[in-house]
């Protein structure tokens, strides 16, 4: 039994399958005899003695989808005037789900019984773009920092058009931000993996993903030495085989107040550059951004510009202005992180080919249609979940320049395009990202320095 008492998930599954006799007979008294007696065996006695006589096909058919047709439009009628409230605490409750569920008990045998099947399956990792190579010759390595984003929505970046101005810093950087990206899935667990997989959203598999070379192992594969620094929840298996630092804890981030913020994934850099010498470099940040529904939690009190603010969990507590401020604050603070991560590589530009690109997992909704946080399925999820920032900038001495790239600003992009924008980034190419390169950089002007 877990904290939150009796949910059969396939870990409660796992723990019988794995306890000996020895250990359930400790388990055995009065109260759970008299439990399994009374609530167990005596309803189903019941339910078996008195059940209904069984009519013919089509009435039992007809009344069940009556019933069926009943319970939706009950729910509805409950569930669409308190959306906020139910959003969030069952994101704050999740397993809330499973007790409401009465077959979850099946659901999570089956799922164990395929887990356990796959498990013992043998899974080889699966090269990708084997082909690849480096391109042009090399005049200085490349030093790139990719910040993978959270929960932060595209037109709530002011540098996109959004009438608050949440975008003062990176306003002041020389960026270009790309209008027009969207996400992967709608969720960190989907579109992280995705972004750095060669499949495309279409035909993603997270099972599948774990197997299959993404595009760290294709970039270290080919010399790039590579770091990926998290204070969000984990890689999601992207950098498994990659160092790895934990940024969640003050163990190794200085900066924790409530919370340890993204800020503090930037302490120590210098360290990991230097040791790395003459080699290409990338460093991937994943942070902690706009996750919700606290974003009031998500900023140090210097960048509670916006105000009034929601300090609730349970948004249903708070008005629609509250709840916005507290979101754009967040990304204000994203503002002033990515503003410091460009500040950092200036320090590298006459070493290094630097580059920064920054680009979120998914959106979030903030009460359009009702519809709050994010996870929707893709086929019927809305716009604001699925439309994302995506900012770039690029040093001096990096093949491409601002400039040029400024006229594709409103091409349309996705995750999808992640994988080749990295090798291109690094120089790099294979015959996986011709398709690719072709419609991206047909222009002529388009071209690297080195290519020229
Ligand atoms: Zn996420």
Redesign the pocket.
């Known amino acids: 039994m877990d904290q939150y008492g009796v949910v059969i998930d396939t870990v409660m599954i796992d723990n019988i399958v794995q306890t000996n006799a020895q250990e359930a007979a400790g388990l055995l008294n009065l109260n759970l005899v008299v439990r399994t007696l009374v609530l167990g065996l005596l309803p189903a006695w019941l339910a078996l003695r008195y059940k209904p006589v069984i009519q013919g096909f089509k009435i039992e058919l007809k009344s069940r989808i009556l019933i069926l047709l009943m319970l939706i439009m009950t729910l509805l009628a409950v569930v669409a005037p308190f959306t906020a409230g139910y959003a969030s605490f069952i994101r704050e409750h999740k397993i809330t789900r499973m007790f409401a569920n009465p077959i979850y008990f099946t659901y999570s045998g089956i799922l164990y019984a395929v887990q356990k099947f796959k498990s013992t399956e043998v899974t080889a990792l699966k090269q990708t773009a084997t082909d690849t190579v480096e391109i042009g010759k090399k005049l200085k390595n490349e030093l790139i920092i990719l910040v993978v984003g ?2 932060a929505r595209a037109d709530r970046f002011s540098l996109n058009g959004y009438t608050k101005e949440t975008n003062p810093e990176l306003r002041k950087r020389g960026v270009v931000s790309l209008t027009d990206v969207s996400a992967c899935g709608t ?2 667990g989907e ?2 993996p995705c972004m750095f997989s060669v499949m495309k959203r279409k035909h993603f598999d997270r099972q599948d993903a774990l197997h299959i070379e993404n595009a760290l192992d294709v970039l270290a594969k080919n010399g790039v030495q590579i770091l990926w620094r998290d204070n ?1 929840s984990d890689s999601k298996g992207v950098a498994v085989r990659m160092q790895y630092e934990d940024f969640k804890s003050p163990t190794l981030n200085p900066v924790c107040d409530e919370e340890c913020r993204d800020i503090g994934m930037l302490s120590g850099l210098d360290k990991f550059i230097t040791a790395k010498g003459s080699k290409d470099i990338l460093i991937v940040l994943h942070q902690m951004g706009n ?1 919700g529904p606290e974003y009031y939690r998500r900023y140090p009190k210097e960048f509670e510009r916006f105000t009034p603010t929601c300090k609730s969990s349970d948004l249903k507590n708070c008005t629609q202005q509250e709840i916005d401020n507290a979101y754009d604050n967040a990304i204000l603070y994203t503002d002033f992180f990515l503003s410091q991560v460009i500040d950092f590589l200036k320090k590298y530009d006459d070493q290094y080919e630097t580059a920064m690109l920054y680009v979120s ?2 959106g979030e909704s903030l009460g359009e249609h009702g519809i709050y946080l ?1 996870a929707a399925p893709y086929i019927v999820a809305p716009k604001e979940q699925t439309h994302i920032p995506a900012i770039v900038w690029m040093g001096q001495h990096f093949d491409y320049k601002i400039n040029q790239l400024n006229p594709y600003r409103d091409y349309p992009l996705s995750h999808d395009d992640l994988f080749c924008m990295l090798l291109v980034g690094f120089e790099m190419d294979s015959k996986t990202c011709e398709a690719r390169r072709n419609v991206l950089f047909q222009n002529q002007d388009f071209k690297s320095t080195r290519e020229k």
Do not use: G, K
């Open positions: 959270e929960t969720s960190t579109s992280v969000n996750h997992d998914h994010h």
